[in-house]
Every structure is written in C-alpha cells, then in structure tokens.
C-alpha cells in the first residue's frame, strides 16, 4: 500500500530554517505530483506547495512564496520543502501528499481533496 513518511520538523527561531523530507513508497513515484499542505490549530488544512511528476512545474501559497521552496529526487521517492525565513504563522503540523497526475503532462494540483494519499504529518513550531 502507499506509504508517505514525513520527517524534519520541529522548533525553530523565527528567521530560522527547516528542511522537510517525504519519502514515498508502494507507488511509482514519477507519476505523482507531490503536495505540501499544513495545519494550525484550530484551522483548515491549507495548501502549501506542489511540484509536478517530474519536478519541472512547481507551484507556491502567496503566504511561502520566496521562502519555502519545493522539490523531490525521484531516484530516492522523496519529496523535500525547504523552508526559509521561518515565521511563527508557520507553525503548524506539515502534511505531505500524492496524486496520480500520470507522466505525460504536467499538473499541480493545490486542493485537499485532489489528494488520495496522505503522511502522519511532522510538526513544525516557529518560536518568536
């Protein structure tokens, strides 16, 4: 069965940095588009990021743009999310995710319910 295995969280300054990893596994890999999405609590599950199958079309929050950046390493089945510049409104728990988008064409896809598969989710707190 597939299997998504966040690790990299955990508390950091504001300002500072974490680097996320996902690995993946019981899929093909290549024929994903890979997704970040976090949650605060008391709030939605939000989208964060997403890269396509072939990690050529990448897509960001307003809320991330030019601190967070997506990618992944199809030889390793693992999805990473770079984030930078860390504020405390990112704390929250981070979610990786995949959905069968196939290798032909390039998709994004940003909706929760675009998204079959889904981690347990690592934790990430941005202290002030």
């Known amino acids: 069965q597939v299997q998504l295995v966040e690790s990299g969280g955990g508390v950091v300054q504001a300002g500072g940095s974490l680097r996320l990893s996902c690995a993946a596994s019981?899929?093909?890999?290549?024929?994903?588009?890979m997704g970040w999405f976090r949650q605060a609590p008391g709030a939605e599950r939000e989208f964060v990021a997403a890269?396509?199958?072939?990690?050529?079309?990448?897509y960001y929050a307003d809320s991330v743009k030019g601190r967070f950046t997506v990618s992944r390493d199809n030889a390793k089945n693992t999805v990473y999310l770079q984030m930078n510049r860390l504020e405390p409104e990112d704390t929250a728990v981070y979610y990786c995710?995949?959905?069968?988008?196939?290798?032909?064409?390039?998709?994004?896809?940003?909706?929760?319910?675009?998204?079959?598969?889904w981690g347990q989710g690592t934790r990430v707190t941005v202290s002030s």
């Open positions: 019981g899929l093909t890999f290549s024929n994903y588009c």
């Open positions: 995710a995949a959905t069968d988008t196939g290798s032909s064409i390039v998709v994004l896809s940003v909706n929760v319910d675009e998204y079959p598969y």
């Open positions: 890269v396509s199958w072939n990690g050529g079309a990448t």
